[in-house]
């Protein structure tokens, strides 16, 4: 189990910043659950996921704003996906560049879908910075403050394994459930 930790903290930075650049909660929630314990450290890893979710953005938008054909073949099979998220870009305006980081699921659909837009870059940038701050201070403080309970909660999944299967399940169920409905072809 040392080894385990010894190999968290050498390697877990590294694997913190490559998560982080596609969503990055199950990472920065370990990193700060590890934090807590006393593993990692939580200013770095608040920091290195603010940068690779904030450049993992940045990323999506340069390539659907300037890569066009090569992300629609991407895709073709999420286009309703991508309708959901201009829909949200019409109703929430630049507010959902800060909602979409704790939405798991259409995390990396949106900067796709401003990027198809004229939305100006500037603004892009600005919001998507401030987004990925506030995202990673709250998630990674919450994760630390919440260490002693999360701790508990992977001892009880540890003595218990068929608990982990089951919250997957209801977790992906509830996704699948809510993408397929929010973007189900409506009858006129």
Same mark, same amino acid.
């Given at each position: ?13 590294? $694997? ?16 700060? @659950?590890?934090?807590? *314990?006393? !593993? *990692? ?17 940045? *990323? ?26 201009? *829909? ?49 201070? @709250? ?7 919440? $260490?002693?309970?999360? @701790? ?5 999944? $540890? ?25 189900? !072809? !409506?009858?006129?």
């Amino acid at each position: 189990m040392e080894d385990t930790f010894s190999n968290l903290a050498t390697y877990g930075y590294i $694997g913190l910043f490559l998560y982080s650049l596609g969503g990055g909660f199950v990472a920065l929630i370990g990193a700060g @659950v590890l934090s807590f *314990m006393g !593993k *990692m450290d939580l200013t770095l890893s608040i920091a290195i996921a603010f940068v690779a979710n904030a450049l993992g953005d940045f *990323m999506l938008f340069y390539m659907a704003r300037y890569q066009k054909t090569m992300m629609m073949e991407g895709i073709k099979k999420h286009r309703r996906k991508l309708a959901l998220s201009h *829909m949200m870009m019409k109703k929430y305006g630049s507010w959902i560049i800060l909602i979409q980081k704790f939405i798991y699921g259409i995390k990396t659909l949106i900067p796709i879908a401003i990027g198809l837009t004229k939305y100006d870059f500037k603004k892009f940038a600005i919001f998507n910075v401030a987004s990925a701050a506030i995202w990673a201070l @709250v998630i990674g403080l919450a994760s630390y403050y919440s $260490g002693s309970f999360l @701790v508990k909660v992977a001892e009880t999944i $540890g003595e218990k394994p068929w608990i982990a299967p089951v919250i997957l399940v209801i977790f992906g169920g509830t996704l699948w459930f809510y993408l397929t409905h929010a973007t189900k !072809k !409506k009858k006129r």
